[in-house]
C-alpha cells in the first residue's frame, strides 16, 4: 500500500487521541488559523511511527504525494507529521523535490511547518545539491515571507558547513524589513552561526548598525 493509502487509518488513529479542549487551546495559540484534532506532540509521534516505519524505503513520488494530501487535510497535525517524515527520510528525495517543497511553504503557511521544511527538508536538499543555492538566492528577494524566511534559516543545522558570506549577504539584503518573521528568523540564523564563529557574527553584527533590534538582541543571544 502507498503512504497515501495509510491516510485513513492515520485520521482515525490521530482522532483517538485527540483532545477537543487541548484542541481549542492549539488553536487559539496559532491565532486560530488552523483546526486540529488536539494531539500533543509526544502522543503525536507515537501515532505517526507507524507511518515513519513504512516511508522507509519509499521514493521521492510517494513521499511527496503522502505529504500533499496530508497538506490537503485540515486538521494541523497532519501537516506535522507529513513535515516530519520529509525530515526523517529526506535522502530519498532529489533536487527536483524542491518545487513541490515550496509550494507545502507557501500553502497553509505559518511558522511551525514553514521552520521545519527550511530546516530539515529544504536544507539537507540544498546542502546535497548545492545548485540549489540559486533557488535560496531567488527566495531571500521573494515578497513571500515564508519563502525569506526559508532561505534565511536554511542553514541551521550546517554548523560548520554553512556558507557565512550567504548567511551575511542576506541579513543585510533583509536587514531593514519590518516584518516580525524576517527579522527573527535573521537573529536565529546569525545566533546559530554564532555557535560556530562568535567573533564574526558580534563583528557583523557590530558593522551593520541597520539591523533591527529584534534581530541584534537574537544573534548576540549567547555572546
Not at 25 to 46: C, H, I, L, N, T
Not at 130 to 136: C, F, R, V
Request: glycine share 4%; proline share 4%; charged share 25%.
Amino acid at each position: 500500500m502507498s503512504l497515501t493509502g495509510q491516510i485513513p487509518e492515520l485520521r482515525a488513529a490521530l482522532a483517538e487521541v485527540g483532545d477537543p479542549e487541548r484542541a481549542a487551546q492549539m488553536a487559539g495559540y496559532m491565532k486560530d488559523r488552523f483546526e486540529f484534532f488536539g494531539v500533543a506532540s509526544p502522543a503525536r509521534r507515537a501515532t505517526q511511527k507507524p507511518i515513519l516505519t513504512a516511508a522507509k524505503g519509499a521514493d521521492q513520488q510517494d513521499l511527496l504525494a503522502f505529504a500533499e494530501a496530508c497538506w490537503a487535510e485540515p486538521k494541523r497535525e497532519f501537516h506535522y507529521v507529513a513535515a516530519d517524515v520529509l525530515r526523517k527520510h529526506n535522502v530519498a528525495l532529489s533536487a527536483t523535490a524542491l518545487a513541490r517543497v515550496q509550494a507545502l511553504i507557501t500553502t497553509n503557511s505559518w511558522w511551525d511547518t514553514v521552520d521545519s521544511l527550511a530546516a530539515w527538508t529544504v536544507g539537507p536538499l540544498v546542502l546535497r545539491h548545492p545548485q540549489l543555492t540559486g533557488a535560496m538566492d531567488k527566495w531571500i528577494s521573494d515578497k513571500n515571507i515564508w519563502l525569506a524566511r526559508t532561505a534565511i534559516i536554511h542553514q541551521l543545522s550546517y554548523k560548520d558547513q554553512t556558507d557565512p558570506d550567504r548567511l551575511f549577504a542576506y541579513a543585510v539584503q533583509r536587514a531593514e524589513d519590518t516584518e516580525f518573521f524576517i527579522r527573527k528568523a535573521l537573529g536565529w540564523a546569525l545566533r546559530q552561526y554564532a555557535r560556530v564563529d562568535p567573533e564574526a557574527v558580534a563583528e557583523f553584527v557590530a558593522a551593520n548598525p541597520q539591523l533591527s533590534g529584534l534581530t541584534k538582541r537574537e544573534a548576540l543571544k549567547h555572546l
